[in-house]
C-alpha cells in the first residue's frame, strides 16, 4: 500500500476517560449528545462515531443533513441524530422517513416539515429552537406565540422532541451577564410552550463550556463538542473547573483523542548567517540541523504557525522554522538527533511530552476548533484501542 504523508491516529481509551469525566460532572441524569459537526472536529466523522457508539454514545448532533446521512449509515446502534442547522425543504421528507430529528428555528421550515409529515403520514421528530439572545438562529417572543398556534393546529403530525436555545460564549466570564439572561429567557419560553399544551421531551441548552460552568443549563440533554475531543473550550472553563473540584488532583482530567503523526522526509544542515525557507523570515542563528516535513497548509496545518508551531521528534519539542509551505515544512532538528524517517509528531504525544492543538495559540481558544476541522477528509484516520 502506498503511504501517505501523515496519519492521524484515535485513541478509544482516551475518549472513553473524556466521557466518564464529563459524566462525572453531569450526573446520571443527564443525555449527552455527542456533537460530530465539522466531520467530528477533524477527528473523522465516519471513524469517530464508530468508537464513540462503542463507548456508549446513543445521541448524535450534526450540523447538515449530509451529516446526518454520514451517521444514518455509520451507527450500529440506532443512535438518535439531530440536525441543528441546515436541511433543506428538499430533504425534510427523507429526515422524516429516515427518523432524524431536526431543530425547528423559523416559520418557513416549521410549515415545510408539518407538510412533508402529512404527505408520509408520519410524525416530523422537532426541537423548537428559541431565540434567547444569541442572535443566530431561533424564535423570538412573537414568532414563538405564532408557531404555538399553528403546532396546535397541526398536533398529529409532529412529535416535540425538544426545546433548545445556544449561549453566546459561555467559554468567557465576559459574557455572564448575557448568559444568564440567556437561561431566564429559556425558562420563559419553556413555560410558554408548557401552558400551551406543547411540552417537549427533553430541554437543552449545554454546549461543553455552559454545562462545565452553569449547571443550571445542563437541563436533561447536553451537546457536547469539544470536551469529548480532549479539549477545554477555554482555558477560563479549565480555570473555572480548577476553582470549584474537590479532586486534590489539579492536572487536566481530559485526555486528546487525536494524535497526527507524519515522519523526516530529509534531514540538512545549514551553516550560521544562512535564510531559512522562502524569503526572510527565519535567519540560522547558529549552524543548525534541519528536517523537512511533508505537512503543510494543503494538510490543514496553518499558515499562521510559520515561526509558531511546536512538534516532538524523538521525544524532543522542537519548533517550526520559516514559513509553512503547501506540503512541507521545516523543523529545527538541531538538539533532536533527527534522522530520515524518524516520526513527527504534529499533534498528540508519548512519555508524558505533548503537542496540544492549545499550545499553538494560547491567546485564542478558536484555535482548537478551527486547527482540528480544518485537517482534511483525504489523511487517513485509524483507531487505537
Ligand atoms: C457546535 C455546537 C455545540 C457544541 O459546542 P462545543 O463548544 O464544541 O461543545 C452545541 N450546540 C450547538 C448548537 C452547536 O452549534
Request: aromatic share 8%.
Amino acid at each position: 500500500m502506498i503511504k501517505s504523508p501523515s496519519t492521524i491516529f484515535l485513541s478509544k481509551s482516551a475518549l472513553q476517560i473524556n466521557l466518564a469525566f464529563i459524566k462525572s460532572q453531569l450526573g446520571e441524569d443527564v443525555t449527552i449528545s455527542s456533537v460530530v459537526k465539522g466531520n467530528a472536529y477533524g477527528h473523522g466523522i465516519k471513524q469517530f462515531v464508530k468508537i464513540a457508539e462503542e463507548c456508549g454514545i446513543r445521541h448524535f448532533s450534526v450540523f447538515s443533513a449530509d451529516e446526518a446521512y454520514e451517521v444514518l449509515h455509520i451507527r450500529k446502534h440506532n443512535s438518535e441524530i439531530m440536525i441543528m442547522g441546515v436541511l433543506e425543504n428538499d430533504d425534510l421528507e427523507w429526515a422524516i422517513s429516515n427518523d432524524i430529528q431536526f431543530f425547528v428555528f423559523e416559520p418557513d421550515r416549521m410549515v415545510n416539515a408539518i407538510n412533508a409529515a402529512k404527505r408520509l403520514g408520519k410524525k416530523a421528530r422537532i426541537h423548537i429552537e428559541v431565540e434567547t439572545g444569541l442572535n443566530r438562529t431561533g424564535f423570538n417572543q412573537e414568532g414563538l406565540k405564532a408557531a404555538i398556534k399553528f403546532l396546535k393546529e397541526n398536533r398529529d403530525h409532529f412529535v416535540l422532541e425538544g426545546a433548545c436555545t445556544h449561549y453566546a460564549g459561555a467559554e468567557s466570564v465576559a459574557n455572564h451577564v448575557r448568559v444568564q439572561k440567556q437561561i431566564k429567557w429559556f425558562n420563559k419560553f419553556y413555560k410558554l410552550l408548557v401552558t400551551n399544551d406543547l411540552t417537549p421531551r427533553i430541554r437543552h441548552t449545554a454546549c461543553s463550556a455552559a454545562a462545565m460552568t452553569y449547571p443550571k443549563t445542563r437541563m436533561d440533554m447536553v451537546r457536547i463538542g469539544i470536551l469529548q475531543y480532549g479539549y477545554w473550550p477555554s482555558r477560563e472553563t479549565f480555570i473555572d473547573y480548577l476553582g470549584k473540584t474537590k479532586n486534590p488532583d489539579k492536572s487536566d482530567p481530559l485526555k486528546r483523542v487525536i494524535s497526527w503523526r507524519s515522519a523526516v522526509m530529509s534531514i540538512k544542515s545549514v551553516a550560521l548567517g544562512e535564510f531559512i525557507g522562502y524569503g526572510t523570515s527565519f535567519l540560522a542563528q547558529q549552524d543548525m540541523r534541519i528536517a523537512t516535513v511533508p505537512v503543510g497548509y494543503a494538510q490543514g496545518y496553518s499558515r499562521s504557525l510559520s515561526n509558531i508551531g511546536r512538534a516532538l521528534v524523538n521525544n524532543v519539542r522542537v519548533g517550526v522554522i520559516g514559513v509553512v509551505n503547501m506540503n512541507m515544512m521545516i523543523l529545527d532538528v538541531t538538539e533532536a538527533e533527527a534522522k530520515k524517517g524518524d516520526e513527527v509528531i504534529l499533534i498528540g504525544g508519548d512519555n508524558g511530552l505533548e503537542i496540544s492543538v492549545a499550545s499553538f495559540g494560547e491567546l485564542s481558544s478558536q484555535l482548537n476548533y478551527e486547527l482540528l476541522t480544518r485537517l482534511p477528509d483525504r489523511i487517513p484516520r485509524i483507531i487505537k484501542e
